[in-house]
């Protein structure tokens, strides 16, 4: 800890490894969740799929397309949430021990702790979605445009070829309102599910919990997080795969295609069609990625997350 700083000092290689342990948590729980993501994203896009549930609608992609139509994506998905999911935990690593040095003590940071949770996730969040963007756009090709491609380089190289930058980015003010309060609801009820769960408990008990009940505290806080992650970021994510679809007027601007399309789908489809799936699979999926980045850290040696919970 520096003279200018109130926090303890993070080096270069504890970026490094915090980067390292968000990749691998990102990457795993988002490719082993790729068989739902696809049903997800058909329910979403595809007009034959409308009204059903993730079960049937899964059993009809099988019967049409054979078992492995439901790894569609697989590729650019486990390679696109390896540098996000490295980049947001890093970065919000980074970016509220930057907010917390900037209240000039641990009370006033405690205090607005809040606002430092919205602040360092959502900021984390926007720079690591530029590079996932190409990515994610060439995901959703594959899922949601049947033959649009072999894989992942093919469907990027295709992109590349046929529409350049603009078919890479043209989802991306989208991604933006997908990711960040997915990132927000992540990161911001996370720290508030395991403040409250530690106050229940006292310091006592806190100081004296075994690994499996730290294994817990992360597993029970992330899948409240989950289901706020869900909420809050599924109308993007519906409106997100329509646009890379190729839905809705391309003479039009993003912003202006977006709000477009939300007035076409209504609040019903916009806010419920592939919720349920959604709500599944993401609480599935921040749940596992705060669990397996606690373990990254614990093994590779990264220092602990700066804490300014309320006890």
Do not use: W
Not at 204 to 227: C, N, P
Request: aromatic share 10%; hydrophobic share 45%.
């Amino acid at each position: 800890m520096n003279a200018s700083s109130i926090t303890p000092t993070f080096g270069a290689g504890d970026y490094v490894k915090f980067f390292g342990a968000g990749a691998l948590a990102a990457t795993l729980t988002h490719g082993a969740a790729t068989p739902i993501d696809v049903v997800k994203t058909r329910i979403q896009v595809d007009d034959s799929m409308k009204g059903l549930n993730m079960i049937r609608a899964g059993r009809q992609i099988v019967a049409k397309e054979g078992a492995s139509a439901l790894l569609t994506g697989f590729g650019p998905t486990a390679v696109g949430y390896l540098v996000q999911g490295g980049g947001k935990f890093a970065g919000y690593e980074f970016f509220k021990k930057q907010a917390i040095d900037l209240t000039g003590s641990l009370e006033k940071a405690t205090q607005h702790r809040t606002a430092i949770y919205l602040g360092a996730s959502a900021t984390a969040e926007f720079f690591a979605d530029i590079a996932l963007c190409p990515l994610e756009a060439t995901r959703i090709r594959l899922v949601s445009q049947r033959g649009f491609a072999s894989g992942l380089t093919t469907g990027f190289m295709r992109i590349a070829r046929e529409e350049g930058f603009r078919g890479f980015y043209s989802g991306f003010v989208p991604l933006l309102f997908k990711q960040v309060p997915y990132a927000v609801g992540q990161f911001s009820v996370h720290e508030a599910a395991v403040e409250a769960m530690y106050r229940v408990m006292g310091p006592e008990r806190k100081a004296k919990l075994t690994q499996l009940q730290s294994t817990g505290v992360e597993l029970s806080s992330g899948i409240v997080a989950g289901v706020a992650a869900a909420v809050l970021s599924h109308p993007a994510d519906t409106l997100l795969s329509a646009i890379n679809k190729g839905a809705g007027d391309p003479k039009q601007g993003v912003t202006s295609r977006m709000f477009s399309l939300a007035r076409e789908f209504g609040p019903r489809r916009l806010l419920l069609a592939g919720l349920g799936p959604r709500i599944f699979m993401t609480c599935g999926l921040v749940s596992g990625q705060f669990v397996i980045y606690a373990q990254c850290k614990t093994l590779v040696g990264a220092p602990p997350g700066i804490e300014i919970h309320k006890e």
